[in-house]
């Protein structure tokens, strides 16, 4: 079992719609969490990170830890076709070991 | 301000070849790792470094060497290339604690046949 697990996808939504992407962990060790995007053909890009539970909201993005049950979610508000990426997931205890999922397409039509 | 750059860009070896990734940064980050990309693996951490000097095995070190002489650069060495390290590589510099990835380069896309 991989430690962070994350759908694949692809995603497919419109222009304007609210998006969920999920994610789950199983090291209960993990104290920090990210969301990165990633373009086709470039570098991910650090997008929100958390320490611990709790929401984190930045624009149109928001970030929710749920520690309990191992949840990480990243709702986008009003997506745009320019959110259309792979989103990745990533967890942390501290310190050089930073797990990522392996990413979720997401396509949002005009 | 470049941030984390990353060369070549593409590169096609073939099985046994030697070459080295090169990775430079601009930030003054001490904390600095690679990681490879691989369809449905995600990225997984193959070293990393805390500074000049001083380095350490990621998630999948086998094949692969570091050294660090300076702040500025990370180069990672294929002692001898075979096609399972065909990949999408990242250099990436990390914040003071190393709790996270703040900056990847662009990557270098590796064929080895």
């Known amino acids: 079992q991989k430690e962070v697990e994350q759908d694949p996808g692809p995603l497919s939504v419109p222009e304007g719609a609210i998006v969920s992407l999920n994610c789950t962990y199983s090291?209960?060790?993990?104290?920090?969490f990210m969301w990165y995007r990633q373009y086709s053909r470039k570098g991910p890009e650090l997008l929100m990170y958390?320490?611990?539970?709790g929401n984190k909201e930045d624009g149109r993005f928001t970030a929710q830890v749920d520690k309990s049950s191992k949840y990480i979610s990243l709702f986008i508000r009003d997506s745009q076709p320019s959110d259309s990426a792979t989103y990745l997931c990533?967890?942390?205890?501290?310190?050089?070991?930073?797990?990522f999922g392996a990413g979720t397409r997401l396509f949002v039509k005009a | 301000n470049a941030g984390v750059t990353q060369t070549p860009k593409f590169q096609v070896l073939k099985t046994g070849q030697s070459m080295t990734l090169q990775c430079a940064q601009d930030?003054?980050?001490?904390?600095m790792s690679w990681y490879r990309q691989d369809p449905g693996m995600g990225l997984r951490l193959i070293h990393y470094?805390?500074?000049?000097?001083?380095?350490d095995q990621g998630e999948v070190p086998n094949g692969y060497n570091v050294s660090r002489s300076t702040t500025e650069d990370f180069p990672l060495r294929l002692l001898s290339a075979a096609p399972s390290q065909t990949s999408v590589y990242f250099c990436?510099?990390?914040?003071?604690?190393?709790?996270?990835?703040?900056?990847f380069g662009q990557g270098t896309r590796l064929t080895v046949v």
């Open positions: 930030m003054n980050h001490e904390y």
């Open positions: 958390t320490y611990s539970s």
């Open positions: 090291n209960s060790a993990f104290q920090y």
């Open positions: 990436a510099i990390s914040t003071s604690q190393g709790e996270r990835e703040a900056f």
């Open positions: 470094s805390v500074g000049a000097g001083i380095t």
């Open positions: 990533a967890s942390n205890s501290g310190g050089f070991k930073t797990i």
